[in-house]
C-alpha cells in the first residue's frame, strides 16, 4: 500500500522497515564575492549536530533503531524559496518570540509514506506532487494513518472502507535549544458537512509546551496520540451526529493540520518508528 518513490532508496527502505533516516547538512560560506541567500544560522546547526550525536532514550526506552526523523526548525525570517524536494526532513516555521502571544505555522497533512512535501510553512501549500493547494498556506507532510492507538472506526473512510496508506507506529519528539524557547502543537481537521469549523484536540491530548520546552534534559516524548487521533471531536458520521475519536484522514473528516504555536523555540526534533 506504500510506494518507495519519496524514500531514500529500495535497498535502505529494507535496511529500516520502510523508514528513512533522515539528516540535514546546511553550510553557509561567507565568500568574498558572494554570500549564501539561504542559511540556518550557526546556533541551529550546532542543535542539530547534537542532535545527531546524542544517543536517544525516551520513556527508558532505547530509540536509536531504524525510524523517520523530521526536524521542525523556527526561524526569524520567512523562507522564500520552494522548499519542496521529496529528499527534505526539514519543515521551516515562524520562530515567534519567547514572551507574549505564540506565532501559528500551518503543517497540512495528507496520507502516505512519510515524506516532506513542502517545508516551508511561510507560504502557498504543495501537495507532493508539486501542485498547489487550494486556500492553503504552511508546510505540507505526508504520513500514514496510524493503527497504533486504537479508535471506533480504526483506519477508514466515511464509507467504512480501508485506508490505502495505513501503518502501525509511534511517534516521539523532543525541543532543543536555548532555554526558554517552547511551542506547542494541535492535531485540528474539518467535517465536510460543516465546512470552516475547526474539530480539534484540546488539553491533555495537546502536545504541550511542558513537552516542548527547551532545556538540557535531551529525552524523547511518546506524542503518538496527540498528533495522529482526534480525541472525542463531534461530527456527522454517516449522517449520524458522533462524538468519538478518530485516526488520520478517516471517517470522511478533511483539512488535517497540525497547528504550530512557537514561542521561540528553534528546533523540534520528530521520530517516527515502525512497530
Known amino acids: 500500500m506504500r510506494t518507495t518513490d519519496e524514500l531514500p532508496g529500495k535497498e535502505e527502505k529494507k535496511a529500516s522497515r520502510g523508514m528513512g533516516i533522515?539528516?540535514?547538512?546546511?553550510?553557509?560560506?561567507?565568500?568574498?564575492?558572494?554570500?549564501?541567500?539561504?542559511?540556518?544560522?550557526?546556533?541551529?546547526a550546532v542543535l542539530l549536530g547534537l542532535a545527531l550525536a546524542v544517543p536517544a532514550f525516551g520513556g527508558g526506552i532505547?530509540?536509536?533503531?531504524?525510524?523517520?526523523?523530521?526536524?521542525?526548525?523556527?526561524?526569524?525570517?520567512?523562507k522564500t524559496a520552494y522548499l519542496t524536494d521529496s529528499n527534505r526532513?526539514?519543515?521551516?516555521?515562524?520562530l515567534g518570540s519567547k514572551d507574549g502571544a505564540p506565532t501559528r505555522s500551518n503543517i497540512w497533512l495528507t496520507p502516505g509514506d512519510f515524506t516532506v512535501c513542502d517545508g516551508n510553512?511561510?507560504?502557498?501549500?504543495?501537495?507532493?506532487?508539486?501542485?498547489?493547494?487550494?486556500?492553503?498556506?504552511?508546510?505540507?507532510f505526508r504520513l500514514p494513518c496510524d493503527t497504533n492507538i486504537s479508535t471506533p472506526d480504526g483506519c477508514t473512510d466515511a464509507a467504512g472502507n480501508p485506508l490505502p496508506s495505513i501503518l502501525?507506529?509511534?511517534?516521539?519528539?523532543?525541543?532543543?535549544?536555548?532555554?526558554?524557547?517552547?511551542?506547542?502543537?494541535?492535531?485540528?481537521?474539518?467535517?465536510?458537512?460543516?465546512?470552516?469549523?475547526?474539530?480539534?484536540?484540546?488539553?491533555?491530548?495537546?502536545?504541550?509546551?511542558?513537552?516542548?520546552?527547551?532545556?538540557?534534559?535531551?529525552?524523547?516524548?511518546?506524542?503518538t496520540s496527540q498528533l495522529t487521533v482526534l480525541h472525542n471531536v463531534c461530527f456527522l458520521d454517516s449522517g449520524v451526529?458522533?462524538?468519538?475519536?478518530?485516526?488520520?484522514?478517516?471517517?470522511?473528516?478533511?483539512?488535517?493540520?497540525?497547528?504550530?504555536?512557537?514561542?521561540?523555540?528553534?528546533?523540534?526534533?520528530?521520530?517516527?518508528?515502525?512497530?
Open 22 to 44: 533522515g539528516m540535514i547538512n546546511e553550510q553557509a560560506t561567507n565568500g568574498n564575492e558572494e554570500q549564501v541567500m539561504k542559511r540556518l544560522t550557526l546556533s541551529v
Open 62 to 78: 532505547n530509540l536509536s533503531g531504524p525510524h523517520y526523523n523530521l526536524n521542525i526548525i523556527g526561524v526569524d525570517n520567512p
Open 89 to 94: 526532513h526539514t519543515i521551516f516555521v515562524a
Open 121 to 140: 510553512a511561510f507560504d502557498q501549500a504543495y501537495d507532493c506532487s508539486g501542485a498547489a493547494i487550494s486556500g492553503k498556506l504552511g508546510a505540507v
Open 168 to 223: 502501525n507506529y509511534t511517534v516521539w519528539v523532543r525541543a532543543l535549544g536555548q532555554q526558554g524557547g517552547h511551542a506547542t502543537m494541535t492535531l485540528c481537521a474539518e467535517d465536510p458537512a460543516n465546512p470552516g469549523v475547526q474539530l480539534c484536540n484540546t488539553g491533555s491530548n495537546v502536545v504541550s509546551s511542558g513537552i516542548l520546552t527547551a532545556h538540557a534534559k535531551k529525552t524523547f516524548t511518546n506524542v
Open 241 to 275: 451526529f458522533t462524538c468519538e475519536d478518530v485516526s488520520l484522514f478517516s471517517d470522511g473528516l478533511i483539512n488535517f493540520v497540525w497547528e504550530y504555536d512557537n514561542n521561540g523555540l528553534k528546533l523540534a526534533q520528530f521520530r517516527f518508528y515502525e512497530e
